[in-house]
């Protein structure tokens, strides 16, 4: 385990009108399960802080009845929850293989480029690189299902096909603030 | 989305993608009901549950996620009189590589699916009913969301819907990136917030035991949509379209090293491979000849393009006899590809040309299921990262000559053990690119010997890559 992942930030206070889209997304559910509503409380506290902070176990828990440890064994395996702030827009690369017949590799090495990232220590389970200045990460994803377009890419939500040349490339990076 | 339009090709018959790239169509209900929208559905209450079930069983259609299960047969094995409640759920996880067609009905026509799934649940009276979307649609789950909202508040859900006394509810759940999601049953055990884990199969047949262990039915996006089709037309008409057992239209999504790649529809076994990747497609890239094509999503067997294919025909008098089969002249459809080996699986055609070296394909394919095996069962979790591995060492030039051999073997000892497909998925390409290449894979094995106790082939050869490659993982 990297040192980063032993030093999760806590998780901060959750305001009121992101708890009322919590109970609003737990009513889709029946009563008895509540638990179904665990990938959606996840998401909305990821697209909220960035990042499930520590504590976040604990609390999507208590929100649920469930126990702790039933919401860590789901943030650890969806590779879309992070334990670690990324930068302030996310890109994800397509990876497999029609994108990368079509040239992801590159593109990735480009986007690495142009936002300044070095993405020699990403692993399997620390998948996303930051940028030194904090404005951009990225990672490497599967399959987009957007095969025919080739190399695709997203930036935070989104989508952009045809990446195919670093002009294209650092046009879509000059969008984002 | 910034999607290019694109004409439908004159040899297309779009059914359920007539209004992706319709000029002036927009997702909003209006559009929709403008073109008669929701007439189906109101046909469709004036039938009795029984009678829906019983026009998609003559229809024949068959599942478009990549089984290919019929799906009037699913639909069958609920219950009429069922005391628990019933469950219908759109599978809308679409991860399988080169698949490419529910992102374009999910993002420019949310609508038909709707009307398809409100058929589908008054059929199985599912009154309560998910759409599961992969976590990287996220435009996608709100135009959904969006629609839902439109339908409801134009009484097409919620109670009572357009008087029938049939109430139903729809939710979009959004997945977080993982493959497995895609497997009917790992999908379930995600909407019941855990991890992914496929369920054994029996007992745990959605249609007996599903969400919640009551009678579920899950279905792809694209085989909801024909249902709106197969009641607006009868399953009679329908299973006119295309071949017997193989009806409707299919949906192909080709990428890869073609001139033009896309969707395309098309009657079920309209035209052959040659005329898809040739006529459609525009041919292979200036000076390119066609070396190896995966016909139905990265999990089926690949194709050679100078192979001949020896297939079954069943003769006028009945008898069977051999035929042999060019590369080009492989019918696309499901019967067809199962007859030369592989499968039709989601429609995703992944063409790679005489540029391409297979051993540098199938270690792509490798680390896509390396990475996806969910991790239950033995044999896929361990098995799909050693086959990546082996192929990593092969394309990275650290191969010896045993490699392909074991990688065979790998492959020969997950397919079959596992509970759920994925075991399949990730032991065909590796079985199928061997079989059909060995030519690249002897050439990237033969360059090196493995010393007389090395433990790894890459310690051996490169020991500093190795030590780096153990702190990494």
């Known amino acids: 385990m990297s040192a980063a992942a032993e030093e999760i930030p806590t998780l901060p206070s959750v305001p009121a009108e992101l708890e009322a889209r919590i109970d609003e997304a737990i009513t889709h559910y029946p009563p008895d399960f509540k638990r179904s509503a665990t990938l959606p409380l996840l998401h909305l506290l990821q697209e909220h802080f960035g990042f499930l902070g520590a504590g976040t176990e604990e609390w999507v828990a208590h929100k649920l009845g469930l126990e702790p440890v039933n919401v860590y064994e789901v943030i650890t395996f969806y590779p879309m929850f992070r334990r670690a702030p990324a930068g302030r827009h996310h890109i994800r690369v397509c990876r497999t293989l029609s994108c990368a017949l079509g040239g992801s590799y590159e593109l990735m090495r480009q986007l690495c480029e142009l936002a300044k990232i070095d993405r020699s220590h990403a692993t399997h389970h620390a998948p996303v690189s930051n940028a030194a200045d904090g404005k951009f990460s990225i990672e490497f994803v599967e399959c987009l299902a957007s095969c025919g377009t080739a190399p695709v890419c997203m930036v935070d939500d989104d989508f952009y096909e045809n990446v195919a040349t670093k002009e294209a490339a650092a046009q879509i990076l000059q969008r984002y603030e | 989305m910034v999607s290019l339009v694109k004409h439908p090709h004159p040899r297309e018959r779009r059914l359920v993608f007539k209004n992706v790239d319709r000029p002036g169509w927009s997702p909003d209900i209006d559009t929709y009901l403008q073109d008669g929208g929701y007439d189906d559905l109101k046909k469709g209450f004036g039938m009795k549950p029984q009678e829906i079930v019983g026009e998609v069983k003559t229809s024949q259609l068959r599942g478009r996620g990549g089984a290919g299960f019929s799906c009037g047969m699913k639909w069958g094995f609920i219950k009429p009189d069922e005391k628990k409640p019933v469950y219908l759920i759109c599978n809308a996880d679409e991860s399988e590589p080169g698949t490419f067609k529910d992102r374009y009905i999910i993002h420019q026509d949310p609508h038909q699916l709707l009307e398809g799934m409100i058929l589908s649940c008054y ?8 759409i599961y979307i992969r976590g990287e649609f996220p435009e996608g789950a709100r135009i959904l969301e969006r629609a839902i909202q439109e339908a409801h508040a134009r009484g097409f859900l919620g109670k009572n819907i357009l008087g029938s006394g049939f109430d139903l509810e729809i939710f979009v759940h959004r997945g977080a990136g993982a493959y497995i999601c895609g497997e009917e049953t790992g999908l379930i055990e995600s909407l019941e917030g855990k991890r992914a884990y496929p369920r054994i199969k029996p007992p745990y047949f959605p249609a007996v035991l599903g969400l919640y262990q009551c009678p579920t039915i899950v279905n792809n996006v694209e085989t909801l949509c024909n249902v709106k089709h197969i009641v607006r037309l009868g399953g009679a008409e329908f299973a006119k379209i295309g071949r017997p057992n193989n009806t409707g239209t299919r949906i192909l999504c080709v990428s890869g090293d073609v001139q033009k790649p896309g969707y395309f529809e098309l009657e079920c076994g309209a035209v052959t491979m040659g005329e898809l990747l040739n ?174 106790g090395a433990r790894t082939a890459l310690e051996a050869l490169n020991p500093a890559l190795a030590a780096a490659a153990a702190e990494r993982h």
């Open chain 2, 123 to 130: 059929a199985v009276n599912a009154r309560l009913a998910y």
């Open chain 2, 279 to 452: 006529d459609l497609c525009g041919g292979p890239k200036p000076g390119r000849k066609f070396k190896a094509v995966i016909p139905g999503g990265s999990s089926a067997k690949v194709l050679r393009a100078d192979d001949t294919y020896k297939i079954k025909v069943k003769q006028p008098d009945g008898s069977m006899a051999d035929q042999e089969l060019k590369f080009d002249d492989i019918v696309l459809d499901f019967d067809s590809l199962a007859a030369v080996g592989s499968m039709a699986g989601s429609g995703g055609v992944i063409v790679m040309d005489d540029s391409r070296d297979m051993v540098w394909a199938l270690n792509n394919i490798n680390e896509f299921y390396a990475h996806e095996s969910c991790g239950q069962c033995t044999p896929c979790r361990e098995g799909s990262l050693w086959m990546k591995k082996i192929t990593d060492r092969l394309a990275g030039g650290y191969g010896v000559a045993a490699d392909p051999r074991t990688l065979k073997s790998v492959a020969d000892n997950i397919a079959g053990r596992t509970i759920c497909a994925f075991g399949e998925a990730c032991a065909w390409p590796v079985q199928s690119f061997l079989q059909k290449f060995p030519e690249d894979f002897a050439g990237a094995a033969a360059k090196n010997e493995l010393p007389r």
